[in-house]
């Protein structure tokens, strides 16, 4: 996220906006300009409470689609959660830049399997928030009652 957009996301979280279209010019140098729409847009289930909760998306077409869109956003923020699944390599070799990618998926998938599990098990309904260590620790002492 650039600065002005990092400002706006923080202006719309002050205000409680969720989301949020506006007209936008990009400069592409030489004196040639660009019209464009810039939608923020406030992810759910963020395990972010500061600017970071909102996504800016450039649309190539009006803003109708973005309700189409609004569907896929959660396999396009588990994208984003999936970097933090994957080892770190400088190798160019696209077999093994693979091989990293596809085991952060298989470790991302299995650990929604298991905040799956986890919340069925001790609060007998899914929400889409993704459980967090915190989250286990305070549902397990409830349960419990230990700690």
Known sequence: ?????????KRLL???????????????????WHS???VYRRKESS???DHRQYSVVMPNRG????????YRWEIESGYKSIKRFMGTTASKDFALRFFYFAFACLLYSIWRAVDLL???ELT?????????ADNTLMLLK????IG
């Open 124 to 132: 007998d309904e899914y929400e889409h928030r993704i459980v967090t």
């Open 47 to 49: 395990e972010y409470d």
């Open 36 to 38: 464009t729409t810039l």
């Open 14 to 32: 002050k205000r409680g906006r969720d989301r949020y279209e506006t007209d936008r010019k990009l400069h592409l140098g030489h004196n040639e």
């Open 63 to 70: 803003s109708g689609l973005l309700t189409e869109y609004g």
């Open 118 to 120: 986890v919340q069925v």
């Open 142 to 145: 409830k349960e419990t009652g």
């Open 1 to 9: 996220m650039q600065t002005s957009e990092k400002a706006q996301a």
